[in-house]
C-alpha cells in the first residue's frame, strides 16, 4: 500500500476556451515515480502545471504540496540564450548551494550529459538534443523534493533515451524522491513507473492506472510482466487515440 | 553579395559618391558660390575652420550638450520603460505622458525651455524631450517582448525578483535598448545644432546661424559636414559596441 502523498481531489481546469480537466481526482505516493501516459492533449501537461504551482485549480483542491521544493523538465528547454551551458546551472543553483557545491554539481551533471566541453558555449551553438540535455541537467542538479517531468527525452535519440531513464532510476535509487513523469512512450512508463496512470482523451478520465510494484532491475522490455502489459496499454490507448483521428 | 568579388563591393558605393561629388561640381558651375559653392571651396572652409580650432572649440560645445541631453534620455528613459513595462499602473500613469512628450512640437519645447531654464540650457533639453521617449517606447517593447516561458522557469527555481530583473529582463530588454539609442544618438546631433541655432551664441548651429548672416554657404556646408561626421562616427561606434557585447548569444 502507497502511503500517497499528492492528491488531486475533484479538480476542474480549463485553459483557454478548452476544458481540459473535469472532476479529476488521483493520488501519487510518496517517493515513487509516477507515470502519466496518454493521447497528445489529454491534459497532462496541465496536471504538471497544476503541481507546479504554476497554474490554480478553478475548483477542487490539490494537497501535499506543501512546503515541497519542485524541479521541472518542461517540455522545450527553457535556456537563457544570453548565459553559457554552465552559467544555465549556475543560474538556478546559486543561491541554494554553496559555491565549491555548485562547481562540483555542474561539473558531475554536466559530465554525465557528455555536456562538460561545451561548458562555456551559448545555447545557440547547441543542437536541440543538446539543449534538452542540459535541461534535464538544470533540473536533476537543482535541489528537489518533486521533480516533475514533461516528456523530456522527447528529441533524443533511442539509446540515449534507454541510457536517461537507466539513469533516472539510478538517481532515484540513490535517493529516492517524488518523480511525476508524462510520456507519450510506453516503455519509459513500464521502465520507470510504480505507478502508471493511463489517460483517455479529452475529457480527461482515467482509463486504467496500473500498480507495478517489481523493482527496476529486474524489469525488462522482453519479458512478461512488461510484454503483456505493453500490449495491453497499446490496444488501449489506440482506442483512444480513434476518437482523435477517426479516419485511422 | 558572395559572388561579386571585393573591388566590386568597395568600389561600388564609392563610385556612387564620386558620381554625387561630380554632380554637385557640375551645379556649383551653374550657380553663384553663395548658392551653391564648389566642393573644393567646402573642403578648403573645413580645413580652415580646423587649422583656426573653430572647428573644434564649437564642435566641443555641442558634443557636450548632446551627450549630457542623451545621457539624461538613456539614464531616466531606461528605468521609466522598465517601470512602464512590468508595473500596469506605471503603464497607465506614464504611457499618455510618454505618447504627449513625443507629439509636442519641437518649437514649442524650444521656446518654453527658454522660459523656463534660461537659453544656455535649451539645447540639452531639447536633445532629452526628443531623445527619452524613444529610449521609453523600446525599452517597453523589450519588456513586453519577455519570453513567459522562461519567467516560468525562473519561478519554479525560486529565482528572486531582483535576479530576474537582472538576469532575464535586462538581457532580453538589451537589444531593444541598443536600437532605441541608436535612433536617440540619430536625434541627438540634428537636435542639438537646431536648438543652438534658436537659443544660444556658441557651438555648431550657433555657428552654422552665423555663416548664413555672412554668406558664408561654404562654411555652412562645412559645419553641416561636421554634423553628419559626429552622426557617421557615434552610429558606428555603437553597433560595434553592441556587435561586441550581444553577439556571443544573439
Same mark, same amino acid.
Given at each position: 500500500?502507497?502511503?500517497?502523498?499528492?492528491?488531486?481531489?475533484?479538480?476542474?481546469?480549463?485553459?483557454?476556451?478548452?476544458?481540459?480537466?473535469?472532476?479529476?481526482?488521483?493520488?501519487?505516493?510518496?517517493?515513487?515515480?509516477?507515470? &502519466?501516459?496518454?493521447?497528445?492533449?489529454?491534459?497532462?501537461?496541465?496536471?504538471?502545471?497544476?503541481?507546479?504551482?504554476?497554474?490554480?485549480?478553478?475548483?477542487?483542491?490539490?494537497?501535499?504540496?506543501?512546503?515541497?521544493?519542485?524541479? @521541472?523538465?518542461?517540455?522545450?528547454?527553457?535556456?537563457?540564450?544570453?548565459?553559457?551551458?554552465?552559467?544555465?546551472?549556475?543560474?538556478?543553483?546559486?543561491?541554494?548551494?554553496?559555491?565549491?557545491?555548485?562547481?562540483?554539481? &555542474?561539473?558531475?551533471?554536466?559530465?554525465? $550529459?557528455?555536456?562538460?566541453?561545451? +561548458?562555456?558555449?551559448?545555447?545557440?551553438?547547441?543542437? #536541440?538534443? $543538446?539543449?534538452?540535455?542540459?535541461? &534535464?541537467? +538544470?533540473?536533476?542538479?537543482?535541489?528537489?523534493?518533486?521533480?516533475?517531468?514533461?516528456?523530456?527525452?522527447?528529441?533524443?535519440?533511442?539509446?540515449?533515451?534507454?541510457?536517461?531513464?537507466?539513469?533516472?532510476?539510478?538517481?532515484?535509487?540513490?535517493?529516492?524522491?517524488?518523480?511525476?513523469?508524462?510520456?507519450?512512450?510506453?516503455?519509459?512508463?513500464?521502465?520507470? #513507473?510504480?505507478?502508471? $496512470?493511463?489517460?483517455?482523451? +479529452?475529457?480527461? #478520465?482515467?482509463?486504467?492506472?496500473?500498480?507495478?510494484?517489481?523493482?527496476?532491475?529486474?524489469?525488462?522490455? #522482453?519479458?512478461?510482466?512488461?510484454?503483456?502489459?505493453?500490449?495491453? $496499454?497499446?490496444?488501449?490507448?489506440?482506442?483512444?487515440?480513434?476518437? @482523435?483521428?477517426?479516419?485511422? | 553579395?558572395?559572388?561579386?568579388? !571585393?573591388?566590386? %563591393?568597395?568600389?561600388?558605393?564609392?563610385?556612387?559618391?564620386?558620381?554625387?561629388?561630380?554632380?554637385?561640381?557640375? =551645379?556649383?558651375?551653374?550657380?553663384?558660390?553663395?548658392? /551653391?559653392?564648389?566642393?573644393?571651396?567646402?573642403?578648403?572652409?573645413?580645413?580652415?575652420?580646423?587649422?583656426?580650432?573653430? =572647428?573644434?572649440?564649437?564642435?566641443?560645445?555641442?558634443?557636450? %550638450?548632446?551627450?549630457?541631453?542623451?545621457?539624461?534620455?538613456?539614464?531616466?528613459?531606461?528605468?521609466?520603460?522598465? =517601470?512602464?513595462?512590468?508595473?500596469?499602473?506605471?503603464?497607465?500613469?506614464?504611457?499618455?505622458?510618454?505618447?504627449?512628450?513625443?507629439?509636442?512640437? =519641437?518649437?514649442?519645447?524650444?521656446?518654453?525651455?527658454?522660459?523656463?531654464?534660461?537659453?544656455?540650457?535649451?539645447?540639452?533639453?531639447?536633445?532629452?524631450?526628443?531623445?527619452?521617449?524613444?529610449?521609453?517606447?523600446?525599452?517597453?517593447?523589450?519588456?513586453?517582448?519577455?519570453?513567459?516561458?522562461?519567467?516560468?522557469?525562473?519561478?519554479?527555481?525560486?529565482?528572486?525578483?531582483? %535576479?530576474?530583473?537582472?538576469? /532575464?529582463?535586462?538581457?532580453?530588454?538589451?537589444?531593444?535598448?541598443?536600437?532605441?539609442?541608436?535612433? *536617440?544618438?540619430?536625434?541627438? !546631433?540634428?537636435?542639438? *545644432?537646431? *536648438?543652438?541655432?534658436?537659443?544660444?551664441?556658441?557651438?555648431?548651429?550657433?555657428?552654422?546661424?552665423?555663416? %548664413?548672416?555672412?554668406?558664408?554657404?561654404?562654411?555652412?556646408?562645412? !559645419?553641416?559636414?561636421?554634423?553628419?561626421?559626429?552622426?557617421?562616427?557615434?552610429?558606428?561606434?555603437?553597433?560595434?559596441?553592441?556587435?561586441?557585447?550581444?553577439?556571443? !548569444?544573439?
Amino acid at each position: 500500500m502507497i502511503v500517497s502523498l499528492i492528491k488531486f481531489e475533484q479538480v476542474y481546469k480549463t485553459m483557454g476556451q478548452t476544458r481540459v480537466l473535469h472532476d479529476f481526482s488521483f493520488s501519487a505516493g510518496k517517493n515513487k515515480i509516477f507515470c &502519466i501516459i496518454g493521447p497528445s492533449g489529454c491534459g497532462k501537461t496541465t496536471i504538471l502545471q497544476l503541481l507546479s504551482g504554476l497554474e490554480q485549480p478553478d475548483a477542487g483542491r490539490i494537497t501535499g504540496l506543501a512546503g515541497l521544493r519542485i524541479s @521541472y523538465v518542461f517540455q522545450e528547454p527553457r535556456l537563457l540564450p544570453w548565459k553559457t551551458v554552465a552559467g544555465n546551472l549556475d543560474f538556478v543553483l546559486q543561491d541554494v548551494v554553496s559555491p565549491a557545491e555548485k562547481q562540483e554539481l &555542474i561539473k558531475s551533471y554536466l559530465s554525465t $550529459m557528455g555536456l562538460y566541453e561545451y +561548458r562555456d558555449s551559448y545555447p545557440k551553438a547547441l543542437s #536541440g538534443g $543538446m539543449k534538452q540535455r542540459l535541461a &534535464i541537467c +538544470r533540473a536533476f542538479a537543482f535541489p528537489h523534493d518533486l521533480l516533475l517531468l514533461d516528456e523530456p527525452f522527447k528529441s533524443l535519440d533511442m539509446p540515449l533515451r534507454l541510457g536517461l531513464v537507466r539513469y533516472v532510476v539510478k538517481m532515484w535509487q540513490a535517493a529516492p524522491r517524488t518523480i511525476v513523469f508524462v510520456t507519450h512512450d510506453i516503455m519509459e512508463a513500464l521502465l520507470l #513507473g510504480n505507478r502508471i $496512470m493511463i489517460l483517455s482523451a +479529452r475529457p480527461t #478520465g482515467i482509463l486504467e492506472t496500473i500498480e507495478l510494484d517489481l523493482p527496476h532491475e529486474q524489469r525488462n522490455v #522482453g519479458e512478461d510482466p512488461l510484454t503483456s502489459l505493453y500490449a495491453k $496499454m497499446l490496444a488501449m490507448l489506440e482506442t483512444e487515440n480513434k476518437k @482523435y483521428y477517426p479516419g485511422l | 553579395m558572395k559572388t561579386s568579388s !571585393w573591388p566590386i %563591393r568597395s568600389l561600388l558605393p564609392l563610385s556612387g559618391l564620386v558620381l554625387f561629388i561630380a554632380l554637385w561640381q557640375m =551645379l556649383s558651375g551653374l550657380y553663384n558660390h553663395v548658392i /551653391i559653392p564648389s566642393p573644393l571651396e567646402v573642403v578648403r572652409s573645413f580645413h580652415s575652420l580646423a587649422v583656426s580650432g573653430e =572647428l573644434w572649440e564649437q564642435g566641443r560645445q555641442s558634443i557636450a %550638450r548632446g551627450l549630457a541631453g542623451f545621457g539624461l534620455a538613456v539614464g531616466v528613459g531606461t528605468p521609466l520603460g522598465l =517601470l512602464i513595462g512590468l508595473n500596469p499602473v506605471a503603464a497607465s500613469l506614464f504611457r499618455p505622458v510618454v505618447v504627449v512628450l513625443q507629439v509636442t512640437p =519641437l518649437i514649442s519645447w524650444l521656446l518654453l525651455a527658454m522660459i523656463w531654464i534660461g537659453f544656455s540650457g535649451v539645447p540639452v533639453f531639447i536633445v532629452f524631450v526628443t531623445t527619452v521617449p524613444l529610449i521609453v517606447i523600446n525599452v517597453f517593447q523589450g519588456v513586453n517582448g519577455i519570453d513567459r516561458q522562461l519567467l516560468q522557469m525562473a519561478s519554479i527555481f525560486r529565482i528572486s525578483k531582483a %535576479r530576474v530583473i537582472q538576469e /532575464i529582463y535586462l538581457p532580453q530588454v538589451a537589444p531593444y535598448l541598443m536600437a532605441g539609442v541608436s535612433n *536617440a544618438l540619430g536625434v541627438t !546631433w540634428k537636435a542639438v *545644432a537646431m *536648438a543652438e541655432f534658436l537659443s544660444v551664441q556658441t557651438g555648431i548651429g550657433a555657428s552654422m546661424a552665423v555663416a %548664413r548672416i555672412n554668406l558664408e554657404t561654404a562654411g555652412l556646408f562645412a !559645419w553641416t559636414a561636421s554634423l553628419i561626421g559626429l552622426g557617421l562616427v557615434t552610429d558606428r561606434l555603437l553597433s560595434y559596441l553592441t556587435r561586441r557585447k550581444l553577439s556571443h !548569444w544573439m
